[in-house]
C-alpha cells in the first residue's frame, strides 16, 4: 500500500504515525470509497505492528469477529472470556498498549443483506469504550467518514473515484450480459450456482440461458467463477461492485428480492435457496412468512437465519408473535449448534408454547435425526409473563430420579424447600408437597440404583453455562453433550428421559445420544440482543375483572370484604363502597415495599392528614383511612374522591425520596395496579428468563393505561426501580 500512490502511501504513513504518537488512546477510521486499497492498508499496519490483534470481518458474524479477537490472546489472557462485555472489561482494566485492527466490518456476515455489519458496528463501538480508560488504540474501514466525529476519534481518507469498477464493467458489457450480471447482484450468498443465478435473472425480468451465463462469467474478470462438489458457482470479486450493480436502471431490487421470496418459499428448498432465502426475506419485508413455514423454517441453516432475522425487523416486532418467540430463542446459551440441535430447539420452543402442530411439523421437515425431542414442559415460555404451571411458590432448583409407587418419577424442590413428586413420562404431580424422600411408606423414595437402568447419565458442566454431558452409566465413557437455554440448571436422568429444572420451570426431553455433539461446543461469545420486541400495549378488557386479577395474583383466601353495614359512614366515594363490597381489597405482604392490612371493618381506621407542606390535600378531601403501609410510609384511602395517598410524615428530611402522594387515582385503579405489579414481579424476581427487562418494561406501559398520573408518580416510578429493591 504505502508505495502504490503518493496519495495511499501518504495515509499509510499517517495511520502508522498515529499508532506509534504520543496519543494513548482513541479511534481511528480508515475511510474510501471501493477499491481505495483500505483493506491493504490495514493487513501492512498488521505486518508493522505485529503485537496488534488484526480480523478481516468478511463473511464473519459479529459473535465470531469477538470469538477471533479472543482467540488471537495469550491463553493467560484470554481464560474465562465469554462475551463481548468480559472483552471490553479486559480491554479497559489492563494497563500496556493494546491495538485493534478490523478490517471490512461493513461486508461482515453471510448475506448481502443481513443485519451483520450493524450488529458488528455495535461491537466495535463497544470496544472503542476501552479507550475511555486504557492505552487502547482501535483502527477500523469504513467506506465513508462518520458524520459525527466525537473526542478521541481521527479520520483518514483514501483517494478513489466511487463507482470507478461498476463504470469499466458497464463500458466493457453488452447490455444482455450487463442485465444478467445486474441480477446476479442481487444474490444473497458470495457464490451461487448457475440454477441461483437464473432464477435471479427470472425475476430481474432478464432472458438468458445457463450457458450463456456461464460465458459471460468466463468472459469479465469481475466474475469469479469456483468449482466445488455441487458445481460450478459464480459470484463477484468485489462486494462494494455488486453493490454498485444493483444502483443501475432495471427492475427495482425490491421488486427482484419481492420475487425470489415467492419463488423461494414456493418451490424445492435446495442448499442455496435455504441459505438465500432469509436475505431475500429481509428486504422484501416478508420475514413473518418464512418463519410461519415450519417446514421451510427447519431447513434454514442458523446463522443465515439469524442475519435475515438481524435486518428483517427493522422497526421491531410484537409480543406472541414468531419473531418475538426465536428473539428469546437466539439470547441464551444456544451458539455453537448443529442444525439438527438447532431445529430441536425451535421444535422444543413451540411445544412449550402449547403449539404441538408446529413442533412436529419443525421435526418431522429436519434434515438429519434430532437429537432430542419434547416430552411435556412446565415451563414458562419467554415473552409470556405469567408464572408456570407449577405449584412451587418458588423456581425450581432441584431435580432428582425417585420412585413412586415402583413407576419412574421425579421430585422438584425449589428454593423455598417445597417438594413436589412428577411423574417422569407424563409430567403429572402425583404428590406434594412432601417431607424428605424417604419420609412417608409408599411416597417417593430415592431411585437407589437408577444408574444402573437409565440409558445413560447427565452432569451439569458448570464451567459451560448451559451445557450438559450425558455418559455412559456402566463405563463412564463420554456420550456427547447437549446444550440447554438456561443458566441456572439441574438435570436428572429417568429411563431415557432427561429431566430439567431451571428459573423458568421443569421440562423433559426424550434423549437420543447418538445424535449429540460427540465433542464439546465451540461457543462463541454472546454478544445480546438480536431484534426489538415491543411491549404489549395496555388493553382495558384484560383488567376489567378485578376480582378475577387480584385472586389471581394474591389467591382466593387473600381478599376480604366489608358487608354494605360496616362501611365507616364517612367513606362518601360510592364507586370506593361498592369496590369494599363487592371485590374487597387483598392482603398483601411486602411486594416492591407494600403492605395491605387484611381488610376488616376495625381494620379500616380513620387517621389525620399529616404530611409535608408539599403533600397538602386540598379543601374538602378527606376523611382518610388506613390501608396498609408503602416504602415505611402510611397508606391511606380519600373517602371524599377514592384516591390513595401516600402519606410521607411531616418531619421527613428534603432528601427523602419518594415525595409525592399520590399512589392511585381511585381505588379500583391501585389495586389493579398492586394486582399487575405483583404478576410481573414475580415473572422479574421468582421464574425470570432472559425476558425479565421486558417484564418491567411492560408493566410500565401497563400501569400508564391504567392511571397515568398515578403511574407517572415518583412513588411508583421509585417502586419500580430494580436498584430499590433489596
Not at 600 to 622: F, I, K, M
Request: hydrophobic fraction near 40%; charge should be negative; include cysteine.
Amino acid at each position: 500500500m504505502s508505495g502504490s500512490t503518493d496519495a495511499a502511501g501518504s495515509a499509510y504513513q499517517e495511520v502508522r504515525a498515529w499508532l506509534a504518537g504520543p496519543a494513548p488512546s482513541g479511534r481511528l477510521y480508515v475511510s474510501g470509497p471501493g477499491g481505495s486499497g483500505k483493506t491493504r492498508l490495514l493487513t501492512e499496519l498488521r505486518d508493522a505492528f505485529t503485537e496488534a490483534l488484526h480480523v478481516d470481518a468478511t463473511g464473519l458474524g459479529a459473535d465470531a469477529v469477538v470469538g477471533e479477537l479472543i482467540g488471537q490472546l495469550d491463553p493467560s489472557e484470554s481464560a474465562g472470556l465469554n462475551s463481548l462485555s468480559d472483552l471490553v472489561r479486559k480491554f479497559r482494566g489492563e494497563g500496556k498498549p493494546r491495538i485493534v485492527l478490523v478490517a471490512n466490518p461493513q461486508w461482515a456476515g453471510i448475506l448481502a443483506d443481513g443485519g451483520e455489519p450493524a450488529r458488528l458496528s455495535g461491537v466495535l463501538d463497544s470496544l472503542a469504550h476501552a479507550a475511555e480508560q486504557a492505552p487502547f488504540k482501535l483502527v477500523t474501514e469504513t467506506s465513508s467518514a462518520p458524520p459525527v466525529r466525537h473526542p478521541g476519534t481521527d479520520v483518514v481518507e483514501l483517494p478513489g473515484e466511487e463507482d470507478a469498477g461498476v463504470r469499466a464493467l458497464v463500458a466493457a458489457c453488452p447490455p444482455p450480459a450487463l442485465a444478467a450480471l445486474r441480477a446476479l447482484a442481487h444474490a444473497q450468498l458470495d457464490r451461487v450456482p448457475a440454477d441461483a443465478w437464473s432464477a435471479l435473472c427470472a425475476c430481474a425480468e432478464v432472458d438468458a440461458r445457463e450457458d450463456e451465463l456461464a460465458a459471460w462469467a468466463e468472459r469479465f474478470a469481475d466474475v469469479a467463477v469456483e468449482e466445488n462438489p455441487e458445481g460450478r458457482h459464480f459470484g463477484f470479486r468485489s462486494r462494494d461492485l455488486a453493490r454498485a450493480l444493483r444502483r443501475l436502471e432495471g427492475v427495482p431490487s425490491a421488486v427482484v428480492h419481492d420475487r425470489m421470496t415467492t419463488r423461494l418459499l414456493t418451490g424445492d428448498m435446495s442448499a442455496w435457496a435455504a441459505r438465500s432465502l432469509p436475505g431475500h426475506t429481509a428486504v422484501a419485508g416478508r420475514f413473518d412468512e418464512l418463519l410461519a413455514d415450519a417446514a421451510v423454517l427447519a431447513r434454514i441453516p442458523r446463522q443465515h437465519l439469524l442475519e435475515g432475522f438481524d435486518s428483517g425487523y427493522p422497526e421491531g416486532f410484537e409480543q406472541d408473535t414468531d419473531a418475538a418467540a426465536l428473539h428469546y430463542l437466539t439470547h441464551r446459551n444456544l451458539s455453537g449448534l448443529s442444525q439438527a440441535e438447532w431445529v430441536a430447539w425451535l421444535s422444543h420452543d413451540a411445544f412449550t408454547r402449547g403449539r404441538i402442530e408446529r413442533a412436529q411439523q419443525l421435526a418431522a421437515s429436519s434434515s438429519e435425526p434430532l437429537p432430542f425431542t419434547p416430552l411435556w414442559s412446565h415451563r414458562r415460555p419467554a415473552g409470556t409473563f405469567e408464572r408456570p404451571a407449577l405449584p412451587h411458590t418458588a423456581a425450581p432448583i432441584r431435580v432428582t430420579a425417585v420412585s413412586h409407587e415402583g413407576r419412574p418419577a421425579v421430585q422438584s424442590e425449589d428454593g423455598a424447600g417445597g417438594r413436589w413428586v412428577w411423574d417422569a413420562a407424563t409430567g403429572e404431580v402425583l404428590e406434594g408437597p412432601v417431607g424428605s424422600p424417604t419420609a412417608a411408606a409408599g411416597g417417593p423414595t430415592p431411585a437407589v440404583g437408577e444408574h444402573l437402568t437409565a440409558r445413560w447419565r447427565a452432569e451439569v458442566a458448570y464451567a459451560v453455562p448451559g451445557r450438559v454431558d450425558l455418559f455412559d452409566p456402566v463405563d463412564g465413557r463420554p456420550l456427547g453433550a447437549l446444550q440447554l437455554p438456561g443458566d441456572e440448571l439441574s438435570c436428572t436422568v429417568a429411563g431415557s428421559t432427561l429431566i430439567v429444572a431451571d428459573s423458568c420451570g421443569l421440562y423433559a426431553l426424550t434423549v437420543e445420544p447418538s445424535a449429540l455433539h460427540p465433542e464439546p461446543f465451540h461457543r462463541l461469545p454472546e454478544l445480546g440482543w438480536r431484534g426489538e420486541v415491543k411491549p404489549r400495549p395496555y388493553d382495558p378488557a384484560a383488567c376489567a375483572d378485578l376480582r378475577a386479577l387480584l385472586e389471581r395474583a394474591f389467591g382466593p383466601e387473600s381478599l376480604h370484604r366489608i358487608p354494605p353495614a360496616d362501611l365507616p359512614p364517612g367513606l362518601r366515594d360510592e364507586p370506593t363502597r361498592h369496590l369494599l363490597v363487592d371485590v374487597g381489597v387483598p392482603e398483601v405482604v411486602g411486594l416492591v415495599g407494600l403492605w395491605l392490612d387484611r381488610l376488616t371493618p376495625d381494620s379500616l381506621a380513620p387517621v389525620p392528614w399529616e404530611s409535608v407542606p408539599e403533600a397538602a390535600q386540598p379543601a374538602g378531601a378527606g376523611p382518610y383511612w388506613l390501608l396498609g403501609e408503602w416504602m415505611g410510609c402510611q397508606v391511606v384511602l380519600d373517602g371524599h374522591d377514592g384516591r390513595v395517598l401516600r402519606m410521607l410524615p411531616p418531619g421527613a428530611p428534603e432528601w427523602e425520596h419518594p415525595r409525592g402522594p399520590l399512589v392511585g387515582s381511585t381505588l379500583r385503579s391501585f389495586l389493579t395496579m398492586v394486582a399487575l405489579t405483583a404478576r410481573y414481579v414475580e415473572i422479574y424476581q421468582v421464574f425470570d428468563g432472559p425476558d425479565r427487562d421486558d417484564a418491567l418494561a411492560e408493566l410500565e406501559i401497563q400501569l400508564t393505561g391504567i392511571a397515568p398520573d398515578a403511574a407517572g408518580s415518583d412513588c411508583w416510578g421509585y417502586a419500580l426501580d430494580p436498584d430499590n429493591w433489596e
